[in-house]
C-alpha cells in the first residue's frame, strides 16, 4: 500500500471507529509502518476528524520529520513494532468494555478475555494485561517488550487495549473483535459461562491466519 492509500485508510478507519463510539473525544490513536518509517495520529487529534496531510510522519528510528506532533503514546506502538516484526499497524482505543477490564482487580492478568468464542481465540489471541503506568510514559515499553513476543494484544492496566496486526484494517478488526467479547465477558459475568477447551483452542491456533 502506498504512503498516500495508508493516510487515506488511517482517515477513513479512524472516523470509522469514532462514530461508531469505539474511542471518544482525542483520545485513541492508530500508527501503521511503511517502507521509509511510520505514519502515526497526531498527539490530541480526534480520530473523527482527520486530516491526511497532517498525520505524524516517523522515520526508521522514530523520530518526527514531517506533519503535526505525534501521539505522546508511541513508546507502546513502537514496542509491538521491535517485539514482532510482521506487525505493520497498531490500534489503541478507550472502548468502553476493554477498559471496563482492564479495571477489574480479579481478571487474569495473564489472559483477560477468556476463550468465549472462536473469533477471539483467531483474531487476538491471550490477552494480558500490563501494569499501570502513565499515559505516554516511556516505562511502558519495558513492560510491552516482556509480553508482545508471544502476544499481539494486550490491556493497559485502568487505561484500555492495545492491538497490533499484519495490516491497519486486520489490526482495526482485531479492536474490534477485543471490544465485542469483553462485552460479552462482562455481560455474562457472574454467569456459568462455557470456555472453549484445550483442543478447541488449539485447532483454532492451528488453522488461524489471521494474526
Not at 56 to 70: A, R, T, W, Y
Request: charged share 20%.
Amino acid at each position: 500500500m502506498s504512503e498516500r492509500a495508508l493516510r487515506d485508510a488511517i482517515v477513513r478507519w479512524g472516523k470509522s471507529l469514532f462514530e461508531r463510539g469505539l474511542t471518544a473525544g482525542s483520545s485513541g490513536n492508530l500508527s501503521a509502518r511503511t517502507e521509509q518509517g511510520f505514519i502515526a495520529t497526531p498527539t490530541n487529534s480526534c480520530l473523527g476528524f482527520l486530516d491526511a496531510d497532517r498525520l505524524s510522519i516517523l522515520d526508521e528510528e522514530g523520530k518526527h520529520v514531517g506533519g503535526d506532533p505525534p501521539t505522546k503514546e508511541l513508546p507502546l506502538h513502537f514496542a509491538f513494532y521491535r517485539n514482532r516484526p510482521n506487525a505493520r499497524a497498531v490500534v489503541h482505543l478507550h472502548s468502553t468494555y476493554a477498559t471496563a477490564l482492564s479495571c477489574l482487580a480479579d481478571v487474569d492478568p495473564a489472559d483477560a478475555v477468556p476463550p468465549i468464542t472462536p473469533y477471539v481465540v483467531m483474531r487476538v489471541g491471550k490477552v494480558p494485561v500490563v501494569a499501570y503506568t502513565r499515559p505516554g510514559s516511556a516505562e511502558v515499553a519495558p513492560l510491552i517488550d516482556a509480553v508482545a513476543p508471544d502476544h499481539a494484544a494486550v490491556l493497559l492496566q485502568n487505561h484500555g487495549p492495545v492491538v497490533s496486526a499484519p495490516s491497519l484494517e486486520s489490526a482495526v478488526f482485531a479492536m474490534e473483535e477485543l471490544e465485542e467479547t469483553a462485552k460479552l465477558v462482562l455481560l455474562t459475568r457472574g454467569m456459568k459461562v462455557r470456555l472453549l477447551d484445550a483442543g478447541q483452542i488449539a485447532d483454532l491456533e492451528r488453522n488461524s491466519k489471521l494474526r
